[in-house]
């Protein structure tokens, strides 16, 4: 007899998937999407072995469908996961992360003199470069990249 597929962190009846995390960045995706935050049942995985990575992370979040604005920022900080939408066991939806041209409100302008760091302003970028990621200021033109990243 064919033996079952056993799954590292088990099944979740309805929720999203979060596949495919570079293992290193597993925290950072917790901490951006205020998982520590929320009372739904939370699972999560890592240096599972993966053939694309060779270390990956997983998270499973039980009864929660990311917004857009949520999922642009697992675009940001981990542009290779897969979302996957699960309802009654079943993997319904699959998605591929990509970014918008332009961002709003998501990420600090890296400039401390820019008007968004002072005033009340939502921030806004282009994404002039996802990999190695590159944002350009609307408002002061300056680039903020990867290493200077801050998710709001
Ligand atoms: N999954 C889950 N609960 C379910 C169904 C699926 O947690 N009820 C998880 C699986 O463990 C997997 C992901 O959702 O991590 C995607 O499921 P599936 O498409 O069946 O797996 P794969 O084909 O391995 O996905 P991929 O091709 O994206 O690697
Ligand atoms: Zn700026």
Redesign the pocket.
């Known amino acids: 007899m064919e033996k079952a597929k056993q799954?590292s962190?088990?099944?979740?009846?309805n929720g999203t998937?979060i596949?495919?995390i570079p293992a290193d960045s597993l925290f950072t995706v917790i901490t951006i999407l205020g998982l520590e935050h929320i009372s739904n049942q939370i699972t999560f995985g890592t240096n599972l072995e993966s053939k694309k990575f060779g270390k990956k992370a997983?998270i499973?979040v039980s009864a929660v469908y990311f917004t857009e604005e949520e999922i642009n920022k697992i675009a940001l900080v981990a542009p290779a996961a897969?979302l996957?939408i699960?309802r009654n066991?079943?993997?319904v939806e699959?998605h591929e992360l990509t970014l918008p041209d332009e961002i709003e409100g998501i990420a600090r302008c890296f400039n401390p003199t820019c008007i968004t760091n002072h005033e009340p302003v939502k921030t806004r970028f282009s994404i002039i470069s996802q990999k190695p990621l590159r944002l350009k200021c609307h408002y002061c033109e300056k680039i903020t990249d990867e290493e200077h990243l801050t998710i709001i």
């Open positions: 799954l962190v088990s099944a979740i009846k998937v596949d495919h997983i499973k897969r996957n699960i066991y079943e993997v699959k």
